[in-house]
């Protein structure tokens, strides 16, 4: 069990008690793998985490922030809630922006790590419901231009998922802006 490992002000707050599994390889461009090339660097996550895909822990987590009272908390995960059915998410990111409410009363600063959410929908009610109460958001090129798309940046999301896909891959200044405003 992993909780031996760390220091005992650091809990892990999961249903059972049980390790998570989290396997993440990191490769460079040209890393080699038998006979396949990396065209790029990219990475590959592979994961067994009921807890956090879920969100089971949120009301534990939020409680033991309330109590140890942080300079700052930076939220991540919101993206493995996508495979889960939309009347369940919605609950879940009710119950995220109800906690955020409650520490930003305390005046503690959010911020929001984005992950790839291939829904746009569900990417919509994200980008609705949450970001209205960070502080800051972290997120990548194709990230941002998809939350763009999701929140009514284009009409026509088809090929306007071609236009991201290719314009987002190194964004110039201007698209960027565009994408913000």
Request: hydrophobic fraction near 35%; include cysteine.
């Amino acid at each position: 069990h992993s909780q031996t490992l760390l220091p005992k002000e650091i809990r892990i707050a999961n249903e059972d008690g049980k390790d998570e599994i989290h396997l993440i390889m990191e490769y460079s461009r040209g890393d080699q793998w038998e006979t396949l090339t990396a065209p790029r660097d990219n990475r590959l996550i592979v994961h067994c985490d009921y807890s956090n895909s879920r969100l089971t822990v949120l009301e534990d987590f939020h409680e033991s922030v309330k109590n140890y009272k942080p300079d700052l908390l930076v939220l991540s995960g919101l993206h493995l809630l996508e495979r889960e059915e939309p009347l369940y998410r919605t609950e879940r990111l009710k119950a995220v922006v109800n906690n955020i409410i409650y520490l930003s009363s305390l005046h503690i600063p959010i911020h929001l790590e984005l992950a790839s959410i291939a829904d746009l929908n569900f990417l919509a009610e994200v980008g609705k419901t949450i970001l209205p109460y960070v502080d800051s958001l972290g997120l990548n090129e194709q990230e941002l231009g998809f939350l763009y798309l999701s929140l009514s940046g284009g009409k026509d999301r088809v090929d306007e998922i071609k236009k991201v896909k290719m314009n987002f891959k190194s964004p110039s200044i201007r698209t960027s802006a565009d994408a913000i405003n």
